[in-house]
């Protein structure tokens, strides 16, 4: 019950907000206009000689990451190469079973 209630107060802001943006043009596209960046963005913004040492260097990051990507790849392609092997294995046990009780 309180789902329904909630769902139709949700509903009923949607359709009051949408009514507002009908009528109000501008009210649509807040983010279109370029709003300079205040002192304290800007301050933020600058590099911090103190964080200098904990630089990490984009290449021996990328280096790393694609070294990571290729283990994650052998170890996917390990695994579906051990699934199609045991499943080679189990039919090919399944044959001679069949091939046994044939004969037999």
């Known amino acids: 019950m309180a789902f329904l209630l909630s769902k139709t107060t949700l509903l009923s802001r949607l359709q009051s907000q949408s009514q507002v943006s009908n009528e109000n043009p501008s009210a649509i596209s807040r983010r279109g206009f370029h709003i300079e960046l205040g002192a304290r963005e800007k301050a933020l913004l600058e590099e911090d000689p103190a964080l200098k040492k904990f630089k990490s260097f984009k290449r021996s990051v990328w280096r790393l990451k694609r ?21 080679l294995m189990k039919k090919k046990a399944v044959d001679e079973a069949q091939a046994k009780s044939e004969k037999a």
């Open 67 to 87: 070294v990571g990507d290729v283990l994650t790849i052998v170890v996917v392609a390990g695994c579906c190469y051990e699934i199609y092997v045991r499943a």
